[in-house]
Antibody, heavy 113, light 107 residues
Framework: EVQLVQTGGGLIQPGGSLRLSCAAF????????MNWVRQAPGKGLEWVSL???????HYADSVKGRFTISRDNSKNTVYLQMDSLRAEDTALYYC????????WGQGTMVTVS | EIVLTQSPDFQSVTPKERVTITCRAS??????LYWYQQKPDQSPKVLVK???QSLSGVPSRFSGSGSGTDFTLTIESLEAEDAATYYC?????????FGQGTKLEIK
């Protein structure tokens, strides 16, 4: 079964760091484009970051310089390292694969307070 | 940044009704548009990709159309389980962006 399983997240003070993980099953992350998308409580979806199969990475302006997307091919896992966290980063974070498999992880909550 | 504007923001509909949700892009995006359904406390689910391509496992009552700046998601013969918020998403240029969402309530 093709799926994404997320871990990480939690409650963190402003200025702190967290790392989110997204393990893929049934497909290879290094061959696919992978996204992080977030959703603040009661709000809509906001694109955060992506990593292409070739390794290029891109970020929303709101997180550029603070968040880093990466992947570990041996673990078939994508990560989102979040530094210098702010209250406005509080959200449910989803990883997703768009285009080939079109699947989303279950989401993981990050609360900055 | 490409802005996606959905209409309506909210719609109350009866079962078996035909529903149309529109998504307008601030500039041409070809057919690089996806539609998602999100039910409360669930992850978004992809309904349509690349403007009009259906996905395996998605009920046939969901269809997408459009290109350039104007897109439509149509739900034929609405069912009670279709109560959800629907989002469009463009992948034409970075940053990727989402519409603000359309909430469907079933009467």
């Amino acid at each position: 079964e093709v799926q994404l399983v997320q871990t990480g997240g939690g409650l963190i003070q402003p200025g702190g760091s967290l790392r989110l993980s997204c393990a893929a099953f049934g497909f290879t992350v290094s061959n696919n484009y992978m996204n992080w998308v977030r959703q603040a409580p009661g709000k809509g979806l906001e694109w955060v970051s992506l990593i292409y199969s070739g390794g290029d990475t891109h970020y929303a302006d709101s997180v550029k310089g603070r968040f880093t997307i990466s992947r570990d091919n041996s673990k078939n896992t994508v990560y989102l390292q979040m530094d210098s966290l702010r209250a406005e980063d509080t959200a449910l974070y989803y990883c997703s694969q768009t285009g080939a498999f079109n699947i989303w992880g279950q989401g993981t909550m990050v609360t900055v307070s | 940044e490409i802005v996606l504007t959905q209409s309506p923001d909210f719609q109350s509909v009866t079962p078996k009704e035909r529903v149309t949700i529109t998504c307008r892009a601030s500039q041409s995006i070809g057919t690089r548009l996806y539609w998602y359904q999100q039910k409360p406390d669930q992850s978004p689910k992809v309904l349509v990709k690349e403007g009009s391509q259906s996905l395996s496992g998605v009920p046939s009552r969901f269809s997408g159309s459009g290109s350039g700046t104007d897109f439509t998601l149509t739900i034929e013969s609405l069912e009670a389980e279709d109560a959800a918020t629907y989002y469009c998403h463009q992948r034409s240029s970075l940053p990727e962006t989402f519409g603000q969402g359309t909430k469907l309530e079933i009467k």
